[in-house]
């Protein structure tokens, strides 16, 4: 490749189709999304990621590049140099006649990529190629817009972003579903009295991926009042559903001198605050999901954008389930934890829109949320969004030592092993919230794909690691 050939004047499909004017001799780079020729000329469609649309690229028989181009197929890779000119065709304002066609990458018909429109589930079965339809180009940029609002928002607000471990010795959520970090022999693991002997392991204790962010983000939130995490998060749990991954991004903020309604307010204004940075920054992306996903995304996008967030307290939502005259597959009781199923009924035929379910029963709910003065129910919050349900949870934390160490012991949990956490509550302590909010339960939200595992590039789901 001629180093000279190679970025320095390179434009990106984008801007040259956003162009008022012709910017005369252009040189672009991508991959071949279709290619038709005939004797006289070539049409090939260039796609360099920066956008939806591709670039139309001719290559006249006059053309010395007539010869390159006639052997291309779709998906190679190359660079092209060429006058830009008005389109006659429909659909695009501008196309390149094609001077110069460097090949960089050829391609063959077993390219598995030829034909238009595929199966997302064929489509995840190559998930190294897929990024290269439509479709995934859309969900992608949208990913990486999306991610960017998220520091937008809260260093806006002045909160201070943390980086919590991945690796960590503390199960926050409580429920065991910790993937294991170790470097011992698993054919032989040193033991003492026939047990795993976790103090001879790397760390010199039991440890795996984080499950949540929370716990150390409660101790910085001590120390710079507003702050944020937005990292990695792992989960062994064996459910093989659309909604859950092994491994998923979640974005936790942690607030000094929060109560619960403070921790609400704050939800609803960060969720809003993403959907009017997709309406605004994703248009081309979310009106193709409009147009071939899902018909009503836009429409309920914009929506949501101008309607106040409703909440019910668990008790009514259980009595209103109980109302419903809805056969369920899981029956509705007071203290049991609300399915899938029941979320979306609240949501979608209920209210028809977001909706926070606020105090829960103490006993499905994890350890640190604060206690009600009812005895029985605890500061929580999630919110439930239609199609999707659950998309963020949350709670005021449990500030009193003594009630903290009490709850603890009821969870089993050993308060001598949080004991760095409980000194929070020691030293300078003050009330706080916090919630999480799982970003591919969103972008499935704002994309309107029904799949966790076609919202993140490489899924990981229980029997899925390949790529
Ligand atoms: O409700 P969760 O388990 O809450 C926590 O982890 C708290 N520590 C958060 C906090 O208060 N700082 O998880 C929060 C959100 C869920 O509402 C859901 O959107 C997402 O994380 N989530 C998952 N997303 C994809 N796959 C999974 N397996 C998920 N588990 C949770
Ligand atoms: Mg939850």
């Known amino acids: 490749m001629d180093r000279s050939d190679w970025r320095q004047d390179r434009r990106r499909v984008k801007h040259l189709l956003q162009e008022?004017?012709?910017?005369g001799e252009v040189f672009v780079q991508g991959w071949l999304r279709t290619v038709r020729r005939s004797k006289e000329v070539a049409f090939l469609a260039l796609n360099d990621g920066s956008c939806l649309d591709n670039l139309q690229i001719v290559v006249g028989e006059g053309s010395s590049a007539f010869a390159v181009a006639?052997?291309?197929?779709?998906?190679?890779?190359?660079?092209?140099?060429?006058?830009?000119?008005?389109?006659?065709?429909?659909?695009?304002?501008?196309?390149?006649q094609a001077e110069q066609v460097i090949v960089y990458g050829e391609t063959d018909d077993r390219f598995p990529l030829q034909k238009k429109r595929h199966g997302f589930e064929f489509l995840r079965s190559i998930a190294h190629l897929r990024p290269r339809t439509n479709a995934f180009g859309a969900v992608f940029r949208m990913r990486s817009s999306i991610a960017h609002a998220v520091h937008c928002f809260f260093q806006q607000r002045g909160f201070i972003y943390v980086h919590t471990p991945i690796i960590t010795a503390n199960d926050c959520e409580g429920a065991g579903e910790m993937f294991r970090v170790t470097t011992l022999n698993p054919e032989n693991p040193?033991?003492?009295?026939?047990?795993?002997?976790?103090?001879?392991?790397?760390?010199?204790?039991?440890?795996?991926?984080?499950?949540?962010?929370?716990?150390?983000?409660?101790?910085?939130?001590t120390a710079f009042t507003d702050v944020y995490?937005?990292?990695?998060?792992?989960?062994?749990?064996?459910?093989?559903?659309?909604?859950?991954?092994?491994?998923?991004?979640?974005?936790?903020?942690?607030?000094?001198?929060a109560d619960l309604a403070v921790n609400c307010q704050l939800a609803e204004d960060f969720f809003r605050f993403m959907v009017e940075h997709a309406l605004e920054h994703c248009q081309e992306d979310l009106a193709f999901f409009n147009k071939f996903i899902d018909k009503g995304l836009i429409a309920r996008l914009e929506k949501?954008?101008?309607?106040?967030?409703?909440?019910?307290?668990?008790?009514?939502?259980?009595?209103?389930?109980?109302?419903?005259?809805?056969?369920?597959?899981?029956?509705?009781e007071w203290g049991c934890d609300l399915q899938s199923e029941h979320e979306r009924y609240l949501t979608e035929q209920i209210v028809g829109g977001p909706l926070f379910v606020t105090d829960y029963p103490e006993g499905i709910k994890a350890f640190y949320m604060r206690s009600n003065d009812d005895g029985q129910t605890v500061a929580a919050m999630d919110?439930?969004?239609p199609k999707v349900g659950e998309i963020i949870g949350g709670s005021q934390r449990e500030e009193r030592?003594?009630?903290?160490?009490?709850?603890?012991?009821?969870?089993?949990?050993?308060?001598?092993?949080?004991?760095?956490?409980?000194d929070t509550r020691r030293w300078g302590?003050?009330?706080h919230a916090g919630f999480g909010l799982g970003f591919e339960r969103f972008l499935m939200y704002v994309t309107g794909r029904e799949n966790v595992r076609d919202v993140i590039p490489f899924p990981r789901t229980p029997g899925n690691a390949r790529f």
């Open 20 to 23: 008022e004017q012709s910017q």
């Open 70 to 96: 006639s052997q291309l197929g779709t998906g190679a890779c190359v660079g092209v140099r060429g006058e830009m000119v008005a389109s006659p065709g429909e659909g695009q304002s501008w196309e390149v």
């Open 190 to 221: 040193p033991r003492v009295d026939g047990r795993i002997a976790w103090h001879d392991d790397f760390f010199g204790s039991k440890t795996g991926l984080t499950v949540s962010g929370q716990l150390q983000a409660e101790l910085f939130a």
């Open 229 to 257: 995490t937005f990292g990695p998060t792992f989960r062994a749990e064996n459910s093989n559903t659309s909604r859950h991954a092994s491994e998923f991004w979640m974005i936790e903020p942690e607030v000094a001198f």
């Open 304 to 332: 949501v954008v101008g309607t106040a967030f409703q909440s019910m307290s668990y008790t009514e939502a259980i009595e209103r389930l109980q109302k419903s005259g809805q056969n369920f597959d899981f029956p509705v």
């Open 383 to 385: 919110l439930l969004v």
């Open 401 to 422: 030592l003594d009630m903290l160490q009490h709850k603890m012991r009821s969870f089993d949990i050993l308060p001598e092993s949080l004991d760095w956490y409980l």
């Open 429 to 431: 302590n003050c009330p």
